[in-house]
């Protein structure tokens, strides 16, 4: 015979110290658990609750891109989660709000070299006089 037999060593009960064993497996459990939730559930739940937050705030005139790259801009914004996005100059086209991925707003002005030297804290006027 090729295979020996196997015997089962006799248990009589639970051996001692196999509760801690079932405790620290589900600790590993419930900490891997709390790691996954941390670095891929709640990132996603967030992301999910910004662009929920962008599509509604979608309004006639902002300047939108859709999942399939077309940009247009909102002519009409319609009640059963649709928007009517004008690509070209008399060419309309019906959009599922959902497919949003970006919104321009109409008053997000251009930034110029003044704003941009304001904001580094360079004043660009040249107003100001020296006291000797």
Known sequence: MLFSTAYAAGSAGAAPGSGD????????????????????????????????????????????VTA??????????????????????KVRVNVVQST?????????PAKDKKDTAKEAGKDTSKDEKKDD
């Open 21 to 64: 064993a079932f405790m620290m497996q589900m600790l590993l459990i419930g900490v891997l658990f709390l790691i996954f939730w941390m670095l891929v559930i709640r990132p996603n739940q967030k992301k999910m609750a910004d662009h929920k937050a962008m599509v509604e705030s979608v309004r006639r005139g902002d300047k939108v």
């Open 68 to 89: 399939g790259g077309l940009i247009g801009t909102v002519t009409k914004v319609m009640d059963d989660d649709e928007v009517q996005v004008e690509i070209a100059e």
């Open 100 to 108: 949003l991925t970006h919104v321009y707003v109409k008053g997000e």
